[in-house]
């Protein structure tokens, strides 16, 4: 079944600031086929109709970066900064088996459904084995989620161990095994990309990344100046003032490219990212939580450079919450600025919708509540204590609302979550398969020394 009609809802497109408007959406074979104000005319006989009162109707949010498998490793790593904790995360690998990657993937899906997300961005860059990134989709598949899975290579760095660093044409001929299996789905788009230059991959391997990017028309996905050590090692290994400069030298920063973090960046480079018209993925959780520094998020926008919003791993986060990375967003950029104009909740939540589709190359399908887009939505209920009463929507939205007020969750026309009970998983079982894989790899990585 994918005909519905939603009504009574108080629809947010997200396709003209702050507009809002009671009415309702029509959804035929999985596509918008009609938004309207008030009430909708007679269904048809096989449209089913779902009554959205008290909720806001939105398009579902975008996660525009996350490694899904690191719920299993949530509050594992505490009081690290990028680099310590890193080598951590890298040294995992010699453990981390395909079945880890399946449930903490799936695990880490059901997570983001639950929090109002439709779409997400996997920045796959740990494959100690082949199967690792075969499993990650099978999960994400199995979730029902649109995503872009972001399959990276690293080829050098000292504390990448020797089982995740690739040539580039072994590493090119898995991903090409990876689009051969996989052409056909249309909830499932990939990318490629550099892990975090410069301390993982060397320039060889950028260039190779350019012309295979090129050859196979996949965007970039790449952590970019999220520390400060990271622009130390640019400027001391390769004389550049900072990482966006450094990839620009090999073409890397480009329109379907999207670089997270950009912690560390510069106004010169803020022009360049407008220039190539790359977008970023700010992370401001996962930022805080590592110490890393604030992203000229308000910078950006002023210049125009496309911004999406992202969880990062719950190994940095703790969770795959974007309703807490919205607040985070915006708070974290009033307080630095020390000025509580700086950034408006419209612009956060477009950030989380329309910008975060457009930075993975999917803003003619998902992002907004337009006709001829899939349907990607999400019923907020703001029949609550803590988002009552309403005075200004997108404020509340964004600082008011939490991820338990999302209710029912629609891709492509499925429900996957109706009045918050999941339609493909049972929960209990998914925390009981989630729990012995977590034994496992704990269990694992006791044998280890960091
Ligand atoms: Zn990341």
Redesign the pocket.
Known sequence: MSNWIISNALILPMTERRQSFPGYVRVRDGVIAEIGSGAPAKAADDDAVIDAAGCALMPGLVNA?T?LYQVLLRAVWEDLELMPWLKRIYGCARVLRPEHFYAGSLFGCVEAIRSGVTTLCE?NFLNPSPECAFETIRAIKDSGLRAVFARTIMDTGEIVPDCTKEKPEQAFRRIEDILAQHARDEQLQFMTGPNTPPINTTASLLKEIRRFADDKSLGISA?VAESKSVVECVRREHGKNGVVEFLHEFGIPGPNSIF?HSVHISKDEICLLKETGASVSHNPVSNMMLGDGVAPVVEMLRQGVNVALGT??AASNHSQDLFDTMKAASLLQKVHHQDAGVIDPYSVLRMATAGGAKALGLESICGTIEGGKRADLIFVDLDTIHNQPVNEVFSQIVHCAKAGDVRTVMVNGEILMRDRRFMRHDPSQLIADARQANGDLMKRLSNLSF
């Open positions: 970066h490694h920045h952590h997270a990062d791993g």
